[in-house]
T-cell receptor, first 109, second 114 residues
Framework: GIQVEQSPPDLILQEGANSTLRCNFSDSVNNLQWFHQNPWGQLINLFYIPSGTKQNGRLSATTVATERYSLLYISSSQTTDSGVYFCALRGEAGTALIFGKGTTLSVSS | NAGVMQNPRHLVRRRGQEARLRCSPMKGHSHVYWYRQLPEEGLKFMVYLQKENIIDESGMPKERFSAEFPKEGPSILRIQQVVRGDSAAYFC????????????FGSGTRLTVV
């Protein structure tokens, strides 16, 4: 099955810093999403991005499908950005979304 | 348009009891997926259902676990004779179809087995 690797596993930032989270995958995908799981356990859908670049406020994401990676950029980080960021993807249509192990982000003031 | 609704939010069961977790997909979504998240771990796929059909149950434990998505009503994940190792957060997601659509997740049910 398709393999998903996220890096770094942990990230500690001061408020205001920028960061880049990476997701590598082993095969072509037709669905890639980035999620944020906040400290209360809720899963927030950040981006649906099987290819290309999208931006939403301080967050943006880029997927280069031909090179099998996706990047999530967080600019001017805030304490509310803390939590776990998951990359999840699906290879073939009709199969389930597979999650990476996540990047745990801690932003301190 | 309500999102994916899961209930209960928290469920406590004694060892040996049955746990029933419910998931109502978003309006217009006919595909439902169940995931389990053990403490300090990522989400693991369990089962993928369409109305009245199980499409993929490759992530479901062979015993004690079952899932259904009837023609009417919510999807149900049933765990019989629960054990302490079943304590986890169970998330449900839905999508409009099997194609390149994003999944929307519910808030999860946190099961604690005492």
């Amino acid at each position: 099955g398709i393999q998903v690797e996220q890096s770094p596993p942990d990230l500690i930032l001061q408020e205001g810093a920028n960061s880049t989270l990476r997701c590598n995958f082993s095969d072509s995908v037709n669905n890639l999403q980035w999620f944020h799981q906040n400290p209360w356990g809720q899963l927030i859908n950040l981006f649906y991005i099987p290819s290309g670049t999208k931006q939403n406020g301080r967050l943006s994401a880029t997927t280069v499908a031909t090179e099998r990676y996706s990047l999530l950029y967080i600019s001017s980080s805030q304490t509310t950005d803390s939590g776990v960021y998951f990359c999840a993807l699906r290879g073939e249509a009709g199969t389930a979304l597979i999650f990476g192990k996540g990047t745990t982000l801690s932003v301190s003031s | 348009n309500a999102g994916v609704m899961q209930n209960p939010r928290h469920l406590v069961r004694r060892r040996g009891q049955e746990a029933r977790l419910r998931c109502s997909p978003m309006k217009g979504h006919s595909h439902v997926y169940w995931y389990r998240q053990l403490p300090e771990e990522g989400l693991k796929f369990m089962v993928y259902l369409q109305k009245e059909n199980i499409i993929d149950e490759s992530g479901m434990p062979k015993e004690r676990f079952s899932a259904e998505f009837p023609k009417e009503g919510p999807s149900i994940l049933r765990i019989q004779q629960v054990v302490r190792g079943d304590s986890a957060a169970y998330f449900c997601a839905s999508s409009p179809a099997a194609g390149p659509y994003g999944y929307t997740f519910g808030s999860g049910t946190r099961l604690t087995v005492v």
